[in-house]
């Protein structure tokens, strides 16, 4: 049982250069979500699908699409990434029933935007 | 929207002294108040969660206060350890069925030292 993994660890990326984070969870969730941490600001969320099949803005959606590929995996891809988008991204995903609320993070992709 | 302010940012204790973070939140409508404790390098971990119903939750050293009227909830550890050592968060929510938008502090780092 792995929870959820995040791919890749690191990656740097220039000025207007495209790319998907993946990631995938082993617990059967049903919702996911994705978010951004930056220096003191806590972790802003990105957009997060609250079962197979939707998807909807978080906070800070601008730069960003998303895909939930199947019920357990949901990408995140930067179409033209900028300076700006220099953050560490987690994937998290919860059972999505009343019975808990609890979020399973990842291990997180440091991706700096030159 | 929600807004989740955390104070102190940074806190430095002897081990076995006690350590208190604060959060306020501006949205009544918010009913689900978790904490996450992150380790340097691995995305944050749930270590204890409220719902607004209740005034007060322990869970061996930790604890977690909720004042819904003046919509502030505190993290209490006590007999700090040096493993206790970390970046915490709060967060906030209004559950929406089973899935749940986490809005976050900015963050506390806790130094424990022996």
């Known amino acids: 049982n792995a929870g959820v993994t995040q791919t890749p660890k690191f990656q740097v990326l220039k000025t207007g250069q495209s790319m998907t984070l993946q990631c995938a969870q082993d617990?059967?969730?049903?919702?996911m979500y994705w978010y951004r941490q930056d220096p003191g600001m806590g972790l802003r969320l990105i957009y997060y699908?609250?079962?197979?099949?939707?998807?909807d803005k978080g906070e800070v959606p601008n730069g960003y699409n998303v895909s939930r590929l199947n019920k357990r995996e949901f990408s995140l891809r930067l179409e033209s990434a900028a300076p700006s988008q220099t953050s560490v991204y987690f994937c998290?995903?919860?059972?999505?029933?009343?019975?808990?609320?609890?979020?399973?993070f990842g291990p997180g992709t440091r991706l700096t935007v030159t | 929207g929600e807004n989740v302010e955390q104070h102190p940012s940074t806190l430095s204790v002897q081990e076995g002294d006690s350590a208190v973070i604060k959060c306020t939140y501006s949205?009544?409508?918010?009913?689900?108040f978790p904490w996450y404790k992150q380790e340097l390098g691995k995305g944050p971990q749930l270590i204890i969660d409220?719902?607004?119903?209740?005034g007060e939750k322990k869970d061996q050293r930790i604890a977690v206060t909720l004042n819904k009227t003046a919509k502030h909830f505190s993290l209490h550890i006590t007999e700090t350890q040096p493993e206790d050592s970390a970046v915490y968060f709060c967060?906030?929510?209004?559950?929406?069925?089973?899935?749940?938008?986490?809005?976050f502090g900015a963050g506390t780092r806790l130094a424990v030292h022996p």
């Open positions: 998290a995903s919860s059972d999505g029933t009343a019975r808990t609320h609890e979020q399973y």
């Open positions: 617990m059967n969730h049903n919702s």
């Open positions: 699908s609250a079962s197979e099949g939707t998807t």
């Open positions: 949205d009544s409508a918010s009913n689900y």
């Open positions: 409220i719902r607004s119903n209740v």
């Open positions: 967060a906030a929510s209004p559950l929406s069925g089973g899935y749940n938008k986490l809005i």
